[in-house]
């Protein structure tokens, strides 16, 4: 059995253990993407449909885990967990229908509620990518010192995938970093502009503010950290300092994720044990398509929290949310296009 | 906390629900001149609701002489002296509207001693103010 392996079946079993507790994170009056009363999660039919969700998602990890391990079939193997996890999602969310309850039309905001910013302000989540902008203009200054071969990928022994050094390759690099680096720095700004505060009273609004700015700080940090294999490639350290780096990421985001997760969606963990009504997300079960995709053209915001699992998701009814995803995708291919 | 609640299932636009919402807090006095309101795209992101429906409604407020607003500031409450005059028709207005409200409510099984307990309570605050 390969190294890959025996690292690659304890990942498909920590992923089936991460889909087993996701909907215990939800805010307690959703279930599955669905308004329920909050105590609904108790009934025994609720019960029932959560055992069913389980027992697929295991059931999907468990024969994903035998392929890897008998053929060595990683992507078959993760394709299938997904989809064991799709269809886990999708049927319960479509039992839990049955049981929906009206979601609260009433709603409140406080119109002192204080500023969301991000934290050490603009130029704090951009200066990776103004640090890849001045490593790009040192490039071009000093081409001369720059070596044959550039590292651009390093496993635990150090580097083990190379580029030759041309403009194309050095520039197009830079230019990949900067732009994931700008990604995340506008997925920290989005986070803060572009979505509902559900909660902006009581107890809900700080949990609920301290969900956001998590998930803020995680995104900031991850830039740091992604905008560091350009300088490696360019200055070549010691491979220790690779390993540190990788560890470090790593700490990072399992700290910030557990973070999250104990906090649960929006902090709704946090609001229940203050003593604080649920108060559901604000969106009607209708925009939810599967309990996965929301389309609300009514809805200015472009991020959603989502519904199942941990974090944000778009809103595609909102023709913005579009040209983000264009420029996403538009972005990276001009890129590809001039690097040829 | 200022709260400022909306009813989606209210017969009444959710802008009108914003302005006399609003109205309630300046007249109350829980918004003094000076304070910010909040940013349109932002009141109508928490609200989840079109940037034109708070942008309406704070424009009916500007009007009315409360709230000033600048492209880049936002949204301010203002000391009101423009509008301290009342024609006629304001107060003959009043009466009819209160009246509707007052047999709307007892149409809808509010009793009348809760009604009038509402009214005297209003009558005191506004004696004070």
């Known amino acids: 059995m390969s190294t890959e392996t025996m690292l690659f079946v304890p990942l498909l079993i920590l992923i089936g253990g991460l889909f087993h507790i996701m909907p215990g994170l939800t805010r307690p009056d959703l279930f599955f993407a669905v308004t329920v009363a909050p105590e609904f999660r108790r009934s025994s039919a609720a019960r029932r449909i959560l055992g069913r969700y389980r027992a697929i998602v295991w059931i999907a990890t468990l024969i994903a885990s035998g392929m890897a391990l008998a053929a060595g079939m990683a992507v078959a193997a993760v394709l299938l967990q997904a989809i064991g996890y799709l269809w886990g999602l999708v049927s319960a969310n479509r039992a839990v229908r049955a049981y929906a309850a009206a979601p609260s039309a009433v709603l409140e905001v406080d119109l002192a509620a204080p500023r969301e910013r991000l934290p050490g302000g603009l130029i704090v989540a951009l200066l990776p990518v103004l640090s890849l902008a001045a490593l790009g203009l040192w490039v071009g200054f000093h081409w001369d010192r720059l070596p044959r071969r550039l590292p651009v990928h390093w496993g635990i022994d150090g580097a083990d995938r190379w580029l030759n050094t041309t403009p194309a390759t050095v520039f197009g690099f830079l230019a990949v970093q900067a732009f994931v680096c700008l990604l995340l720095a506008g997925l920290a700004w989005g986070l803060l502009n572009w979505s509902r505060r559900i909660s902006t009273t009581g107890a809900g609004a700080a949990a609920e503010r301290h969900f956001r700015r998590r998930i803020v700080q995680l995104s900031i940090v991850c830039e740091y950290f992604l905008a560091c294999p350009a300088w490696f490639a360019l200055f070549q350290p010691a491979a220790a300092v690779m390993n540190v780096w990788g560890l470090a990421l790593a700490t990072a985001i399992i700290g910030f994720t557990v973070s999250l997760m104990r906090g649960g969606q929006g902090g709704s963990h946090a609001t229940v044990a203050a003593g604080a009504a649920p108060v559901g997300d604000r969106t009607p079960d209708a925009c939810w398509k599967w309990g996965l995709v929301y389309v609300n053209a009514a809805d200015p915001s472009i991020l959603v929290e989502k519904r199942f699992g941990i974090g944000y998701t778009l809103n595609f009814g909102n023709r913005w949310t579009w040209v983000v995803l264009a420029l996403l995708l538009v972005a990276p291919a001009a890129g590809l296009i001039l690097l040829r | ?129």
């Open chain 2, 1 to 129: 906390m200022i709260i400022l609640r909306v009813d989606l299932k209210s017969p009444a636009p959710v802008y009108r629900q914003i302005v006399d919402a609003v109205r309630i807090l300046l007249v109350n006095g829980d918004l003094s001149p000076g304070d910010a309101l909040p940013p349109v795209r932002r009141l109508a992101l928490d609200l989840g609701v079109h940037f034109n429906t708070v942008a309406e409604a704070y424009r009916t407020l500007e009007e009315e002489g409360w709230l000033e607003i600048g492209r880049r500031s936002g949204a301010r409450v203002v000391p009101r002296t423009a509008q301290n005059r009342c024609d006629p028709q304001t107060g003959e207005a009043f009466e009819r509207r209160l009246r509707e409200m007052v047999a709307e409510v007892q149409a809808r099984g509010l009793p009348r001693d809760r009604i009038a307990r509402e009214l005297r309570l209003l009558a005191k605050t506004l004696e004070r103010s």
